[in-house]
Nanobody, 124 residues
Protein backbone atom coordinates (compact mmCIF):
# COMPACT_ATOMS: atom_id res chain seq x y z
CA UNK A 1 0.00 0.00 0.00
CA UNK A 2 1.28 3.42 -0.93
CA UNK A 3 -0.15 6.57 0.62
CA UNK A 4 0.11 10.04 -0.87
CA UNK A 5 -0.87 12.95 1.33
CA UNK A 6 -1.66 16.38 -0.06
CA UNK A 7 -3.46 19.60 0.73
CA UNK A 8 -1.14 21.23 3.20
CA UNK A 9 -0.21 24.88 3.02
CA UNK A 10 -0.11 28.22 4.78
CA UNK A 11 -3.31 29.52 6.34
CA UNK A 12 -4.19 32.22 8.81
CA UNK A 13 -5.52 31.40 12.25
CA UNK A 14 -9.23 30.72 12.07
CA UNK A 15 -8.99 29.44 8.53
CA UNK A 16 -9.60 26.01 7.04
CA UNK A 17 -7.75 23.38 5.05
CA UNK A 18 -8.65 19.96 3.77
CA UNK A 19 -6.01 17.29 3.61
CA UNK A 20 -6.32 14.29 1.33
CA UNK A 21 -4.58 10.95 1.41
CA UNK A 22 -4.81 8.76 -1.67
CA UNK A 23 -4.07 5.07 -1.26
CA UNK A 24 -3.10 2.41 -3.74
CA UNK A 25 -4.45 -1.12 -3.58
CA UNK A 26 -7.76 -2.91 -3.90
CA UNK A 27 -8.56 -3.49 -0.25
CA UNK A 28 -8.67 0.09 0.99
CA UNK A 29 -12.06 -0.38 2.66
CA UNK A 30 -10.55 -3.00 4.98
CA UNK A 31 -7.99 -0.62 6.43
CA UNK A 32 -8.43 1.51 9.47
CA UNK A 33 -6.97 4.90 8.60
CA UNK A 34 -5.45 7.57 10.75
CA UNK A 35 -3.99 11.04 10.68
CA UNK A 36 -1.04 11.98 12.84
CA UNK A 37 1.03 15.14 13.08
CA UNK A 38 4.48 16.19 14.17
CA UNK A 39 5.24 19.74 15.19
CA UNK A 40 8.79 21.10 15.15
CA UNK A 41 10.76 19.74 18.08
CA UNK A 42 7.93 17.48 19.23
CA UNK A 43 7.03 13.84 18.92
CA UNK A 44 4.46 12.66 16.43
CA UNK A 45 0.96 12.62 17.89
CA UNK A 46 -2.40 11.16 17.04
CA UNK A 47 -5.01 13.40 15.41
CA UNK A 48 -7.91 11.28 14.15
CA UNK A 49 -8.86 7.81 13.00
CA UNK A 50 -11.65 6.27 10.97
CA UNK A 51 -12.84 2.71 10.53
CA UNK A 52 -12.80 0.90 7.22
CA UNK A 53 -16.51 1.46 6.69
CA UNK A 54 -16.28 5.09 7.71
CA UNK A 55 -18.97 4.68 10.36
CA UNK A 56 -16.65 5.02 13.34
CA UNK A 57 -14.34 7.93 14.06
CA UNK A 58 -12.24 9.07 16.99
CA UNK A 59 -10.37 12.31 17.63
CA UNK A 60 -7.68 13.71 19.84
CA UNK A 61 -9.13 16.13 22.38
CA UNK A 62 -7.06 18.94 20.91
CA UNK A 63 -8.90 18.79 17.58
CA UNK A 64 -12.33 17.53 18.57
CA UNK A 65 -15.06 19.78 17.23
CA UNK A 66 -12.71 21.45 14.75
CA UNK A 67 -11.42 18.59 12.59
CA UNK A 68 -13.41 15.97 10.70
CA UNK A 69 -12.02 12.77 9.27
CA UNK A 70 -13.87 11.06 6.43
CA UNK A 71 -13.20 8.62 3.64
CA UNK A 72 -14.40 7.75 0.17
CA UNK A 73 -13.70 4.08 -0.41
CA UNK A 74 -14.66 4.33 -4.06
CA UNK A 75 -11.79 6.78 -4.51
CA UNK A 76 -9.39 5.09 -2.07
CA UNK A 77 -9.04 8.40 -0.28
CA UNK A 78 -9.24 9.60 3.29
CA UNK A 79 -9.71 13.26 4.18
CA UNK A 80 -9.08 15.54 7.11
CA UNK A 81 -11.17 18.69 7.12
CA UNK A 82 -9.56 21.20 9.46
CA UNK A 83 -11.53 24.23 10.56
CA UNK A 84 -10.85 26.99 13.07
CA UNK A 85 -7.16 26.37 12.72
CA UNK A 86 -4.80 27.58 15.43
CA UNK A 87 -1.06 28.30 15.33
CA UNK A 88 -0.53 25.24 17.52
CA UNK A 89 -1.93 23.09 14.70
CA UNK A 90 1.22 23.85 12.71
CA UNK A 91 2.88 20.53 11.92
CA UNK A 92 3.65 17.99 9.28
CA UNK A 93 0.55 15.83 8.91
CA UNK A 94 0.85 12.15 8.08
CA UNK A 95 -1.78 9.66 7.01
CA UNK A 96 -1.42 6.03 7.94
CA UNK A 97 -3.09 2.71 7.19
CA UNK A 98 -3.64 -0.23 9.51
CA UNK A 99 -4.09 -3.44 7.55
CA UNK A 100 -4.90 -5.58 10.58
CA UNK A 101 -7.58 -3.60 12.36
CA UNK A 102 -10.32 -2.03 10.28
CA UNK A 103 -11.88 -0.30 13.28
CA UNK A 104 -9.19 2.37 13.41
CA UNK A 105 -6.93 3.09 16.36
CA UNK A 106 -4.98 5.87 18.01
CA UNK A 107 -1.99 3.58 18.62
CA UNK A 108 0.70 4.77 16.27
CA UNK A 109 2.54 1.44 16.37
CA UNK A 110 -0.49 -0.37 14.96
CA UNK A 111 -0.15 1.35 11.61
CA UNK A 112 1.66 -0.49 8.85
CA UNK A 113 1.89 2.09 6.09
CA UNK A 114 2.63 5.81 6.19
CA UNK A 115 2.38 8.64 3.74
CA UNK A 116 5.16 11.12 3.18
CA UNK A 117 3.59 13.96 5.15
CA UNK A 118 2.20 17.33 4.18
CA UNK A 119 3.10 20.56 5.95
CA UNK A 120 0.41 22.72 7.51
CA UNK A 121 1.46 26.15 8.73
CA UNK A 122 -1.00 28.33 10.63
CA UNK A 123 0.00 31.94 11.08
CA UNK A 124 -1.25 34.09 13.93
Amino acid sequence: VQLQASGGGLVQAGGSLRLSCAASGRTFSRYGMGWFRQAPGKEREFVATISGSGRSTYYADSVKGRFTISRDNAKNTVYLQMNSLKPEDTAVYYCAADQNLDSGTYYEKMYDYWGQGTLVTVSS
